[in-house]
């Protein structure tokens, strides 16, 4: 969705990932395979795993220079860091 705000386009990008996203459900939380690290050239990073076989995974950018964490609601696990095993 576009939104016109000072003058400029903005596209909001919360509203297409609700619609991709809403309702799966998450099989699982796995890092990026070593081997997968290694051709992107990142540190392991954590990938959620939905049980439709779609993903979602960090990154630091939306170039895809590095991978990132996800930081979380849970007071037990406040961030899910990279480099994970």
Avoid: C, H
Avoid at 11 to 38: H, L, P
């Amino acid at each position: 969705m576009q939104i016109k705000g000072a003058n400029k386009m903005k596209t909001d990008w919360s509203g297409d990932a609700t619609k991709i996203f809403k309702g799966k459900v998450v099989a699982k939380i796995e890092y990026t395979s070593k081997e997968e690290s290694r051709e992107m050239d990142w540190n392991r990073t954590p990938v959620i795993v939905f049980t439709d076989g779609s993903w979602i995974l960090t990154s630091s950018d939306d170039e895809g220079n590095q991978g990132g964490a996800f930081f979380t609601s849970s007071d037990k696990m406040p961030t899910i860091p990279q480099g994970g095993w």
